[in-house]
């Protein structure tokens, strides 16, 4: 997929570039070390993201028979949003690194990565209703949806007692939605129908709970070097995630619950082997491929070119990275 990721940077690399070039110089510097332009200096470099939101809204819309071109500022768009989501995120849950290097805000300081991540939110909507008025509803609606997600996961954090259901409730708005947008869109773009448009909607959503988990999954096991993240974050945040909820529903979950309960002093190594022998993992893997196995299905439901589904089927099962889980 390395060849796609290139070619989607390429196409939506212009008109973020625009976007970029009319923000505050401040503004400026920091949302384009962010997007992995240029170094913390302004030298340029190449720390690009997968992208994956913009390449399935580019694969969603050819896949319907539509223009790739017609679809390129839409996922332009989607990528800022998401990036923005991202630099707010670190901020939240105090991430230090973002890609192996310093996040935006640890370079820049809080306040300019705030409003880096706000005018990149402004933009994003800006460069979409510009293109197509209902697209960008589609896009303004999942925004609040990714809002009221990021709410919900805050709620869970130190929660032991969240259950799989309150799990699913945030994932859908915190990931789902905007991938559920990412395929939404890209149908609208190719001037499908409604009732396509909410098919692929849903298909983009069931998958991003899938990349969700598997996040979570990652976040506690596998070694830094692979997320370019800390090691165990969300344990140390006393983050409830799938993977621990799981576990803490175990009737043998009494010593990591007491291990939780105190995130700061928590023996994070511990806890994550605790979690594996209560379940935890292999209940997360196995969710993880059933939302996986939904979006999949939903997309086959979906009438498109034999050609379209295939690659739209091949860029799910990378963008859920499902693939991953063997590797650590």
Do not use: N
Not at 111 to 139: N, R, T, Y
Not at 185 to 211: K, S, Y
Not at 260 to 284: H, I, M, S, Y
Not at 307 to 326: C, I, K, N, P
Request: net charge negative.
């Amino acid at each position: 997929m390395e060849d796609r990721i290139r070619r989607t940077h390429e196409l939506i690399g212009p008109a973020l570039r625009a976007q970029v070039d009319a923000m505050h110089p401040d503004l400026a510097r920091a949302v384009g070390y962010h997007l992995g332009w240029w170094d913390e200096h302004g030298t340029p470099s190449r720390a690009y993201g997968k992208a994956s939101r913009a390449t399935i809204c580019l694969a969603a819309c050819t896949a319907l028979g539509g223009r790739q071109s017609d679809a390129v500022p839409a996922a332009a768009a989607l990528e800022m949003v998401h990036q923005q989501s991202l630099i707010h995120d670190d901020i939240i849950d105090d991430d230090t690194l973002r890609r192996g290097r310093p996040s935006a805000w640890t370079a820049f300081g809080t306040p300019v990565a705030i409003l880096a991540g706000d005018s990149m939110a402004g933009a994003a909507f800006a460069l979409l209703a510009a293109k197509d008025g209902h697209a960008a509803d589609v896009l303004r609606s999942a925004y609040l949806r990714v809002c009221d997600g990021q709410a919900a996961d805050l709620a869970l954090e130190g929660d032991l007692t969240a259950t799989p259901e309150a799990y699913v409730e945030m994932a859908l708005g915190k990931a789902g939605a905007l991938f559920g947008a990412s395929t939404a869109i890209g149908a609208v773009m190719a001037g499908a129908d409604q009732d396509t448009v909410e098919r692929m909607r849903q298909a983009g959503i069931d998958m991003g709970v899938a990349m969700q988990v598997v996040d979570d999954i990652r976040s506690i096991w596998q070694p830094s070097s692979g997320t370019g993240k800390t090691t165990k974050g969300d344990l140390v945040r006393g983050k409830l995630t799938y993977p621990v909820i799981a576990a803490l529903r175990s009737p043998d979950s009494d010593e990591l619950a007491a291990l939780l309960r105190d995130p700061q002093e928590c023996d994070t190594v511990k806890a994550a082997a605790l979690v594996e022998d209560l379940g935890g993992r292999a209940d997360a893997e196995e969710f993880a491929a059933q939302r996986l196995r939904l979006a999949l299905g939903g997309l086959a439901a979906v009438p498109m070119s034999d050609e379209g589904r295939e690659d739209l089927l091949r860029v799910f099962t990378w963008a859920s990275a499902t693939h991953l889980l063997t590797q650590f």
